[in-house]
């Protein structure tokens, strides 16, 4: 069984940044592909990017050269760096963690997911 933890929302303004922190506990997830998802009203769960255990990433299109994911597996920890954040990234964004192989863009491919956090951009 793995706990997942997210830290670092909140609320910025347009063109900000946050930088999101998803502890793991209960097992290392070194080996494990871990992803972020967010989830904004009224809308169904989606895909930000997942990263490897080999650190190999992948971003949704919305997302891509303005958000960065990494690990530290020393840590046991995923991290997402959001920058020239704007209204339409308002969210709860969700950590998660797949067992197997692959960086799937669906949440059905992961096994265990964290109580999500809120990100909140304002215009």
């Known amino acids: 069984q793995v706990q997942l933890v997210e830290s670092g929302g909140g609320l910025v303004q347009a063109g900000g940044s946050l930088r999101l922190s998803c502890a793991a506990s209960?097992?290392?997830?070194?080996?494990?592909?871990m992803g972020w998802f967010r989830q904004a009203p009224g809308k169904e769960r989606e895909f930000v990017a997942g990263i490897s255990w080999s650190s190999v990433t992948i971003y949704a299109d919305s997302v891509k050269g303005r958000f960065i994911i990494s690990r530290d597996n020393a840590k046991n920890t995923v991290y997402l760096e959001m920058n020239s954040l704007n209204p339409e990234d308002t969210a709860v964004y969700y950590c998660?963690?797949?067992?197997?192989?692959?960086?799937?863009?669906?949440?059905?491919?992961?096994?265990?997911w964290g109580q999500g956090i809120q990100v909140t951009v304002s215009s």
């Open positions: 209960g097992r290392t997830v070194s080996n494990y592909v």
């Open positions: 998660a963690v797949r067992r197997s192989a692959g960086v799937p863009a669906i949440a059905a491919g992961y096994s265990y």
